[in-house]
């Protein structure tokens, strides 16, 4: 699946900071037309024309993981202003996330 979530990069498991990151890339790539694949996944439509945003949140991840000990070797040349979360959004991917962190007993 991919998603870009709404809530810090922070609150994000190893799994979902990475898969996140390799997602955000194939949606930059379709939206500069590099890719065909995701060219109409809802992804990509959503950030039809919020590039910065996604600009953004790579700058985010980006420090994560290097927060985290991971390297960095795929850079995305942009902007770096900052693109802030509704609370709507922040508070609905925010409990999709725990109730998929959420390990069955």
């Known amino acids: 699946m991919v998603r870009i979530w709404c ?3 922070s609150e994000l498991n ?6 996140e990151h390799a997602e955000l890339h194939c949606i930059v790539g ?3 037309g590099k890719y065909k ?3 109409n996944h809802p992804e990509t439509i959503r950030f039809q024309n919020r590039i910065e945003q996604l600009n953004d949140r790579h700058n985010q991840q980006v420090i994560e993981m290097h927060n985290r000990g991971y390297k960095h070797h795929s850079p995305i040349p942009g902007s770096t202003r ?3 979360y509704s609370e709507e959004e ?3 991917d925010h409990q999709e996330l725990i109730n ?3 390990k069955p007993s």
Request: aromatic content about 12%; overall charge positive.
């Open 7 to 9: 809530v810090p990069v």
């Open 14 to 19: 190893r799994q979902h900071l990475l898969g």
């Open 30 to 32: 379709a939206l500069q």
């Open 37 to 39: 694949a995701y060219r």
């Open 82 to 84: 900052q693109y802030i």
């Open 90 to 92: 922040y508070q609905r």
């Open 100 to 102: 998929r962190q959420k």
